[in-house]
């Protein structure tokens, strides 16, 4: 099938290639010009694990193509996926401007009958404005919902082996029409109408922010009372009613999703005269845990920041990912800042023009009065201790993700303070 991808994001991106390699013939539409020109010299603008190869592939076959030109890139196209950016507003509620934008442009240059498809994050009720929209200027095209759910480091993987895949569609044919793109593929098909679709979306989200949030005030808890959160977390776990993912306390989510998704769920809720104290209450908890570990780092420096060096591994708000997007490492690098410490990092992928950065971890930590582990990199795991415990300045180490092994760091003569975990 012919498709059209408006937006060369992330979702975009990962989304085009994935049909393409699918066997489906793509045609993706982007309004930077210089990220056209590096997609079609062969480049990739954003990190994500297998994205090079599945492009690469689908360049190969030209089964996939860029355009300047969104109207250009819809030419011949049965389903035009909007893959655009709904960023927080001033408000908190989603904006909405960059796919109305769109759809003004593109509403009487698509042919009868074709199908926008509604990929990006958008609170509920969306598709029917749009859909309104659309009437209004006077066009026959129709729309439906299709949300995304590509987990930044895993998101080839979540493409080509979904949980599910959901649609909302007001036309059973239009429901077929995007399931059919993904035959190929085993999984289940969650076909329901529109707003119960972008409903789907936000309440994945919340609940999944809401989980880690929990895991946080867990850990928060064992640490109070002289608990380990690691095993507290294994025993609750075990239970099926529960399970293990998703309960890794650290310093707070982040992203381009969970931080904008909670907010504006808590527009629509207004919106619909409903007060959601509980994700309320969760967003608010997320904001205290980034206080916790900075004050924790406070702590570990001996109880003022003013003149100490904090070295911080992970910038990134995720490992897998070259992802900045309200990472809870960067805020908490800020609130450290603001107390007058001078904060240098290390990321593999990852990079923030408010700090310094050295070429290696053992580069960052050197004449470090704390360290502070704030992204999960593998590769941390497996940087010798013995010489982190040299080029310190200090001995105290931060854990904010339970990466380091206690032990190890203990044996290199330093002191280990992670998460809910026990200090001795």
Request: contains cysteine.
């Amino acid at each position: 099938m012919d498709v059209a991808i408006i937006g060369a994001g992330y979702v975009g991106l990962v989304t085009g290639a994935g049909l393409a390699n699918l066997g489906h013939t793509v045609r993706l539409g982007e309004a930077n010009a210089e990220r056209v020109e590096l997609l079609r010299s062969g480049g990739v603008p954003i990190y994500e694990q297998g994205l090079p190869d599945l492009l690469s592939r689908a360049i190969e076959r030209q089964s996939i193509s860029f355009h300047e030109s969104n109207v250009e890139a819809i030419s011949g196209s049965q389903l035009i996926f909007l893959c655009l950016p709904t960023p927080e507003g001033e408000d908190g509620r989603a904006d909405l401007r960059f796919i109305h934008a769109v759809i003004d442009e593109l509403a009487n240059q698509v042919d009868e009958g074709t199908l926008f498809v509604v990929k990006s994050t958008v609170p509920p009720g969306t598709v029917a404005s749009l859909r309104k929209r659309l009437a209004d200027l006077g066009s026959s095209a129709r729309v439906a919902s299709h949300p995304e759910f590509l987990r930044e480091g895993r998101a080839v993987d979540d493409f080509m082996e979904p949980d599910r895949i959901v649609i909302g569609a007001y036309e059973s044919e239009d429901a077929d029409a995007i399931a059919s793109l993904y035959r190929s593929l085993d999984t289940e098909i969650v076909s329901t109408d529109p707003t119960s679709s972008e409903m789907i979306k936000y309440a994945n989200n919340s609940y999944l922010a809401a989980r880690l949030t929990f895991a946080n005030a867990l850990a928060n808890l064992c640490e109070a009372v002289g608990a380990d959160v690691i095993d507290v977390i294994h025993g609750i776990g075990l239970d099926h009613r529960i399970g293990p993912h998703f309960l890794q306390p650290g310093p707070g989510y982040g992203g381009s999703c969970f931080p904008k998704d909670t907010a504006a769920l808590i527009g629509v809720a207004e919106d619909a005269g409903y007060d959601f104290n509980l994700l309320k209450a969760v967003i608010e908890a997320d904001h205290e845990q980034r206080r916790r570990v900075a004050d924790k780092v406070r702590q570990a420096a001996g109880g003022g920041l003013k003149g100490r060096r904090v070295a911080m591994w992970g910038v990134a708000f995720k490992a897998g990912t070259d992802d900045v997007r309200e990472s809870p490492a960067l805020r908490i690098a800020r609130l450290l800042q603001e107390d007058g410490a001078e904060v240098v990092a290390y990321d593999p992928e990852a990079h923030s023009d408010e700090l310094s950065h050295a070429e290696d971890p053992v580069a960052a930590v050197r004449d470090a009065d704390v360290l502070l582990v704030a992204t999960e990199w593998p590769e941390f795991i497996t940087v010798d201790m013995d010489d982190v415990a040299e080029a310190m300045k200090g001995y105290r180490v931060v854990d904010a993700r339970n990466l380091l092994d206690p032990a190890k760091v203990r044996e290199a003569g330093l002191d280990y303070w992670g998460l809910g975990r026990p200090s001795a």
